[in-house]
């Protein structure tokens, strides 16, 4: 007998599966939801893992405060929508009080700051797992990265020692004080991603679909003049363009595609034919070779 | 969208490879990677830049691969990493391992997912201490399809001699050393100039066969099941909501067989029996579900089912259910197993306490041979164990069935340190 299942649905099965190990192996897990393709995708797998009974995950935002405001759009209208919990962590609380200090100069980025509120967040709300979209085709220190990955007290992750794991079997045995990380979709691809949302009929961020927009260039990155969170230097002229976001993460670091992509057809058609990763435009992977890995082990998505 | 059509479509092939830089291993999985467009300018760049600050004259592909610092800077592959490519055809998850025996363990875990194992020989060399390994590997974790690439086949003048000494050694190799794997095909290659790994190679006329992508692409994907019908429940769903006050359905990943509305079910250990009503996934009812699918299904009668329970189809195979295993393990963890000791033991949904009783022999990996007397094993150590669970395991033979017949052990230190896989009868 051979297998007879597609890829989206073998990977679909696969997610839905781990989902159901996060509910049964742990007390309080949530889903940091971003606002991102990723986090969506996850959020639609548990609603239609635990369907009908609500969400056993409460939503975590991460909130740097430099948002595109269609983001939180998004966002509250889903958590509306699923009847979910949401909390949210503001970087700019953690500023206020001291607990992390902000990034100056023109390439500012509070990705790096995100760090700090998220365990803070994990800690005061007593999360022992929190589950990410994160894929191990985005980045090489993701490649290796476990689905139930673990954390030690101080939130950080050890790349050199992490648990085997085998077969679908996960183990979420852990001492108080110690959460995980888990990842769904690991195995799953950009243009998967894509493909299932336009499979499922996945309503999208209006930000994922080419829109004129002010932009400016910066070391051969298109980014967003508005909303107006990233100080230009004199010569970076601002420019009205027609882009859309591969990623969506903090306006500082998400880089714009020039794009004519307008539908789900569209982007799919527009993925197969790039040559560039999405990561390629995010300017918090280009800061070294082991830029994700250092910021992992202290304890980043 | 016709493209977007025949994505919709696709089938998905996990593969796992052992090796090291040697063996073209990286030079293959790159080319596999570069020829499906599936590595992207960026990353090429930055490999590029990392060769050349390394002093590397030529590419080095393997940094693609080696996504941990200290693996570049070693220069070794020490993890499982996980590569993904597709073609109109197929997506691929290449779980790319190292190939010394010092990380068996890592060629296990790699292989515990693998649908298929791609074993590379040196043309020059044929049959080595390696190949036995990574065969027997594959035969122990349950893998049917085995494609041995016959790689550098340019520094053999693509002798066709050469090919077929190496398929016949290799038959008489497997032979004798008793492995059970169904299928094996064998490929000439040379991964470094392209031949027989995308496109068919002009240089080697008197193979007839398909290239490495042609056969990835179209062997029949194994379902690894030979086991009636099984759904661990992972979960009891329970909304307790105004619109849902008394709905309950059991979710679980379908690991074998179908299952439809109106099939009569055994819930295990229990022995009780009922009708599936439903099948759902998400919201949507659905006529039959085949495995690997994970779904929630509705029962007829309101009885006792929790998790770590099994549904088997009444009329078909049934599991087994017992506490003494005998079990073939491999050892992850740097504290050794040691006969008498207490580990939990995860299988399925299922959580128990188990106590190694004894183990029977230790196997040498590179000769097959059997060694007796040991009290305890350690790292990357393979061996046939003896085993007895606090409480009874529903359970198939490995062979049979993956996710029924494999477990792992975890210690006080809540690591997990061993994998096993059950060979009960």
């Given amino acids: 007998m051979s297998k007879t299942l597609t890829h989206l649905k073998e990977l679909e099965a696969e997610s839905i599966f781990i989902l159901r190990e996060v509910a049964a192996q742990f007390e309080r897990p949530c889903i940091l939801f971003s606002g991102g393709k990723d986090s969506i995708v996850l959020t639609h797998l548990a609603w239609k893992a635990f369907w009908p009974a609500k969400i056993p995950f409460r939503l975590v935002h991460i909130d740097t405060g430099h948002n595109f405001p269609e983001t939180l759009t998004y966002r509250d209208e889903l958590v509306a929508r699923l009847g979910a919990d949401l909390t949210v962590g503001s970087v700019q609380e953690s500023i206020d009080k001291g607990r992390v200090r902000e990034e100056t100069g023109y390439n500012a980025s509070r990705n790096k700051l995100q760090t700090v509120t998220l365990l803070d967040t994990l800690a005061a709300g007593k999360f022992d797992a929190a589950i990410g979209g994160a894929r191990r085709d985005e980045e090489k220190a993701r490649a290796k990265e476990r689905i139930f990955s673990h954390r030690d007290e101080f939130g950080q992750w050890n790349p050199k020692n992490q648990r085997p794991e085998l077969w679908n079997i996960y183990n979420a045995k852990k001492d108080v004080g110690e ?123 | 969208m016709q493209d977007n059509k025949g994505y919709l479509d696709m089938q998905m092939l996990r593969f796992t490879t052992a090796g090291s830089v040697d063996d073209g291993k990286s030079t293959l999985i790159g080319r596999l990677l570069y020829d499906s467009k599936s590595i992207f300018e960026d990353q090429l760049e930055a490999v590029e830049e990392a060769s050349r600050s390394r002093g590397n004259e030529e590419v080095n592909l393997a940094l693609l691969t080696d996504g941990l610092r200290a693996e570049r800077e070693q220069g070794i592959t020490i993890d499982v990493a996980y590569r993904y490519f597709a073609t109109p055809k197929r997506k691929f998850i290449i779980a790319d391992t190292p190939g010394h025996v010092q990380y068996t363990r890592n060629m296990v875990t790699g292989a515990s997912t693998a649908d298929l194992a791609v074993i590379l020989v040196d043309a020059r060399h044929g049959i080595m201490e390696q190949t036995i390994r990574h065969s027997f590997i594959a035969s122990l974790l349950g893998i049917r399809e085995v494609v041995v690439a016959v790689n550098k086949m340019d520094l053999v003048d693509f002798s066709e001699e050469v090919f077929t ?261």
Avoid at chain 2, 273 to 291: F, H, N, R, Y
Avoid at chain 2, 321 to 337: A, H, N, S
């Fill in chain 2, 165 to 425: 000494t190496i398929v016949s050694d290799y038959r008489k190799m497997e032979q004798e050393m008793g492995f059970s794997l169904e299928n094996v095909t064998f490929i000439p290659i040379s991964a470094k100039d392209g031949d027989n790994v995308v496109n068919r190679s002009e240089r080697m006329p008197w193979y007839s066969g398909p290239s490495l992508l042609e056969y990835l692409e179209t062997v029949p994907i194994p379902a690894g099941s030979d086991a009636g019908t099984l759904l661990p429940v992972q979960y009891v769903i329970r909304p307790i909501s105004a619109q849902f006050p008394d709905f309950r359905s059991y979710a679980g990943q379908l690991c074998a067989g179908t299952l439809k509305p109106g099939d009569r079910v055994t819930v295990l250990p229990s022995g009780l029996t009922t009708e599936v009503t439903a099948i759902w996934l998400g919201d949507k009812q659905i006529p039959e579900a085949v495995a690997p699918l994970s779904v929630a299904v509705t029962l007829k009668d309101d009885i006792d089912i929790s998790r770590g329970d099994v549904l088997t189809a009444s009329d078909e195979m049934q599991p087994g259910i017992g506490q003494e295993f005998t079990v073939d393990v491999c050892w992850l963890r740097d504290t050794p197993l040691e006969t008498g000791r207490r580990y939990l033991v995860r299988h399925a949904a299922q959580e128990v306490t188990g106590i190694v009783k004894a183990i029977e022999y230790k196997i040498d990996i590179n000769t097959q041979e059997r060694i007796g007397n040991v009290e305890s094993l350690r790292m990357n150590d393979i061996a046939r164990v003896r085993i007895k669970t606090a409480e009874p395991l529903v359970y198939t033979p490995y062979e049979r069935n993956r996710v029924m017949g494999s477990l792992v052990f975890i210690d006080e230190s809540n690591d997990t340190v061993g994998a096993g896989m059950i060979k009960n009868a």
């Fill in chain 1, 179 to 301: 959460h995980f990380r888990v990842f769904p979709i690991s195995n799953w691809t950009e243009m998967d991603v894509w493909q299932y949302i336009y499979q499922e009929g996945i309503e999208m961020p209006s930000l994922y679909f080419t829109h004129r927009r002010k932009v400016f260039q910066r070391d051969g990155q298109w980014l967003a003049a508005e909303p107006a969170f990233i100080p230009r230097r004199p010569e970076e002229e601002v420019v009205e363009m027609d882009v859309r976001c591969r990623t969506i993460g903090d306006v500082t670091c998400t880089g714009l595609t020039l794009s004519r992509a307008h539908s789900l057809e569209d982007i799919i058609a527009e993925i197969a034919a790039t040559r560039i990763t999405e990561r390629g435009g995010r300017a918090d992977d280009r800061r070294s070779e082991s830029a994700m890995e250092d910021r992992k082990k202290q304890g980043y998505f």
